[in-house]
Structure formats: C-alpha cells, structure tokens
C-alpha cells in the first residue's frame, strides 16, 4: 500500500517536492522542515549515486531508502534523544587515532547529532518513511520470528563462527567499534533490512567497509534473532508502540474521512452528515464508554451499539487484533479510560 513520494531535488539547488496523494500533510510538513534544517548536509535524501561518486566522504548515513531500513516509531523517538548508535562515527578514520597499544577513537571529534523537537520529529519520522528507494531489497526477505537459538549458541556463532563482534558491539562498551551498534538494532531496523544487509551489504552501499560472508539461509534468520534479543527491555517496549504506529495509519486510511486529520470529527464527509462523526479527543464523553463498546462500534457499526449507521461497520475490512490497535489509538486521542463513576449519556 505504500506510495513512493517522489522527491525532486536539486543537487544544490532549492528542494522541490512532488508528494504522492498518499503523503500525509504530517510527512510533507516532514520534507519542508528537512530542507530548512539542511539535513542534506550530511545526508542523501535525494537517491541513488554511482559506486564511483558515492566515496567516503560522506558525513552521516544515507536516509533515502529510510523507510525501507527503520521503524518509523524509532526515527521519531531518536530525534528527540539522539544516543551514539556508531561507535566511531559515520566514517571511523576521521575519528581515529594512533595510541599507545592500538588506535583509539578521538571522542572530540564526534559531535552529538542535532535534537528535534516533539511535533518536528514526528513530521520527519513520516516524511523519511516514505523514501522507499530499496523496495525491492527487503520485498523479497521473509522474515521468520521462530527461527530462533539459544543465546549462548547466538553468541557463539556471532562471535567465534562468523567474526561479527570484531566490528559490532552487542552491548554498551563491548565489541568492535567499526560498525553500527546493534543492541537496540531491534528498534532501530526492520527484521528484513537487516537479513537483507548482513546477504549483500554493498548491495545497500557500495562503499561499505563490512564484508560480504556467506551464511546459510538458516544462520541468517538465527543471526537476525540474536540480534533482536539483545534489545534491553527499554528497547522492547518501543518495538512494542510500532504496533500503535500501524493503528495510527489505519486511522488515516480509514477513519479520518470522516473523523478528521486531528480526530475531532471534522472530516471531509462530516459537512453534511445528519450525526456528526463523534469527537476522538472528547474525554468526557469518551470516559463513559467502555474498550468493549468501542471494538463493538468499530467493528459492527454505530447501529449496533444504538448510534447512528453512518458510523460504517468495519469487522470486514480490519482484523480484530487491528480494531484493537484502534481502541488503542482512540484512548490516546482523547488521553483518558472508561471511567465507570461516570453516567453514561
Ligand atoms: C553535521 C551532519 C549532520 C546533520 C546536519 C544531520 N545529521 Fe543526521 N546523522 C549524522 C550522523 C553522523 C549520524 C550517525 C549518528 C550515529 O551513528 O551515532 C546521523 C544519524 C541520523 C539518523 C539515524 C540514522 C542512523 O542509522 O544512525 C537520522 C534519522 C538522522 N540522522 C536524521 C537527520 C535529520 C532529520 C537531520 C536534519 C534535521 C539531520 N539528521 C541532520 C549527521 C548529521
Ligand atoms: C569489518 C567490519 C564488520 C564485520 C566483520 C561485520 N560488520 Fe556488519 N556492519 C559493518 C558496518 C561498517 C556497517 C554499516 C555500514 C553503513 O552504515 O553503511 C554494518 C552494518 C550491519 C548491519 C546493519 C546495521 C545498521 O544500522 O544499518 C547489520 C544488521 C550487520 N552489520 C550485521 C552483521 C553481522 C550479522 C555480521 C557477521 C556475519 C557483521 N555485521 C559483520 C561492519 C562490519
Ligand atoms: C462514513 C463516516 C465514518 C467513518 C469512515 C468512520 N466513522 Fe466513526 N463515526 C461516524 C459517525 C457519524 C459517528 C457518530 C455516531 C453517533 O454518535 O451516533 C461515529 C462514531 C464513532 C465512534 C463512537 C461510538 C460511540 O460509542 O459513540 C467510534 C469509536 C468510531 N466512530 C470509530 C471509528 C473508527 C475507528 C473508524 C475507522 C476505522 C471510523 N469510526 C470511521 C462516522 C464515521
């Protein structure tokens, strides 16, 4: 379902956008703000660039394939609170140094990323999910969650069979410094970018200094696992609010015809509607109703639960376990609970 923004942009000139339909009033927001902060400075937005230019003068990792790579919810939150996820910087000789007993990195040089606020880094977050320049990379992954091993044989192979730690760390201070960190990789990518990465890293940048080894389809999906299970629980829990993240865009597709951009019931359909869409953010109203009432009215329709039949019924369209996502996502436009010492109106 998902629409390619296309993106115009001049090397050096001013940046021009062609959005898709799709593109949400959010993510064009996201472009507008990117160009204002120069983000290209040190990022390729813009697509695809010859093995022979793309040298390694580069100043941060390429984002034009970043809905392709990262979890939209990540990006969202890093940008509020961006941590070190490479060890020695974008490119580790221009941080490197000559020591003692071993070249060490020259922490000086490394400057903290710039920090967006709230409304900027969420505009951003769905503005970089729409540059899908590398599709075709992670379409043909299947991702298996069951393909798992034990974390001492994880270990073991990352370590011992196939040399990954000399470039990774697989948690804070421990493990190679060449490479991204991958202790909150789980949060970070998408379960097929990084099957895609560890087969062909080149094949996502020509110039990347991590080798190409061939493992088995099976030590692949393992490999992944490992990875993923050393995210810490913190970790965890953003993984977890990518499901809100697939809620959200429900509501967009489905729900804001008539529900509106914000939710307050002013959608495009509602100038003419007998029954107004009911306000998402209105918390009194929304304290009398219970999680149950609303999977009901979701799912059968407004008639079911005695309100009006132009709230459509959508069991036939969403899952269950996405209608849920929706309740979800109502409780946190409206910020409240069922209340039960409240009347119901
Ligand atoms: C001065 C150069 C510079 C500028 C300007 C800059 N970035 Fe970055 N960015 C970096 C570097 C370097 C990293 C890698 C950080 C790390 O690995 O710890 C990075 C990382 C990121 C990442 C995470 C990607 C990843 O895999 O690490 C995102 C997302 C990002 N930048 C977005 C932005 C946006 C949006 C802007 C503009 C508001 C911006 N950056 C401006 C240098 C820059
Ligand atoms: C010689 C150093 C080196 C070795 C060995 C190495 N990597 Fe990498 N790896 C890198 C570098 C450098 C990058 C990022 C390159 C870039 O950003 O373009 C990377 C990227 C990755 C990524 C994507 C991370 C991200 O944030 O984009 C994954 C996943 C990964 N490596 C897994 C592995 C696995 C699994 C192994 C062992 C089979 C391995 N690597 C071995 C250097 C290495
Ligand atoms: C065609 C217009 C339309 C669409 C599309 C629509 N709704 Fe509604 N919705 C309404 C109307 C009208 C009401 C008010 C019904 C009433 O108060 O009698 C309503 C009411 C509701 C209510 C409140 C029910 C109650 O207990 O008062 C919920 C919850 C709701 N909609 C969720 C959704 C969700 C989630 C979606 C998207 C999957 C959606 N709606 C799509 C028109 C729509």
């Given amino acids: ?5 296309k993106i115009v942009y001049g090397a050096f000139a001013a940046m021009a956008l062609l959005w898709s339909v799709n593109a949400s009033a959010g993510a064009v927001e996201g472009f507008k703000f990117m160009e ?9 937005i813009t697509g695809e660039v010859s093995a022979k230019t793309v ?7 390429a984002l034009y394939y970043a809905g392709d790579k990262y979890n939209q919810n990540w990006i969202e939150s890093w940008l509020q609170k961006p941590t070190r996820i490479r060890p020695s910087g974008e490119f580790y000789l221009d941080h490197t140094q000559t020591g003692v007993k071993w070249n060490t990195l020259r922490h000086d040089s490394l400057k903290p990323h710039v920090k967006l606020a709230a409304l900027d880094a969420r505009n951003v977050a769905l503005a970089l999910t729409e540059l899908r320049a ?6 043909v992954e ?5 393909m798992t091993v034990p974390s001492g044989l994880g270990d073991m192979m990352f370590d011992k069979v196939n040399g990954c730690l000399a470039c990774h760390s697989i948690e804070p201070n ?8 991958l202790y909150t990789a789980a949060a970070r990518l998408k379960p097929e970018y990084m099957l895609s990465y560890i087969r062909n ?7 990347s200094w991590m080798p190409r080894r061939e493992l088995s389809e099976e030590d692949m999906q393992k490999t992944v696992n490992y990875i ?10 953003l993984m977890k609010s990518d499901v809100d993240q697939s809620a959200a865009k429900d509501y967009r597709v489905y729900c804001m015809q008539c529900h509106g951009i914000s939710g307050t019931g002013s959608g495009i359909n509602s100038r003419d509607m007998e029954v107004p869409p009911r306000n998402h953010s209105d918390s009194k109203y929304l304290r009398t109703r219970t999680d149950a009432e609303l999977f009901k009215a979701i799912k059968e329709g407004g008639s079911s639960v005695s309100k009006s039949a132009l709230m459509p019924p959508w069991g036939r369209v969403l899952s269950d376990g996405e209608i849920k996502g929706l309740v979800k996502h109502i409780r946190k436009l409206c910020n409240c609970k069922f209340d039960s010492s409240k009347s119901k109106q």
Avoid at 55 to 61: A, E, I, T, Y
Avoid at 134 to 139: E, I
């Fill in 36 to 44: 204002k902060q120069a983000c290209a400075a040190c990022h390729n």
């Fill in 142 to 146: 299947h991702y298996n969650a069951d």
């Fill in 1 to 5: 379902m998902n629409t390619i923004a």
């Fill in 134 to 139: 590398k599709d075709a990379l992670v379409n």
């Fill in 201 to 207: 890293p080149q094949a996502w940048n020509h110039k």
């Fill in 55 to 61: 040298g390694l003068w580069r100043k941060g990792p």
């Fill in 174 to 181: 421990y493990g190679g410094l060449s490479g991204p960190e």
């Fill in 228 to 237: 993923i299970s050393l995210a810490s629980d913190k970790t965890k829990a």
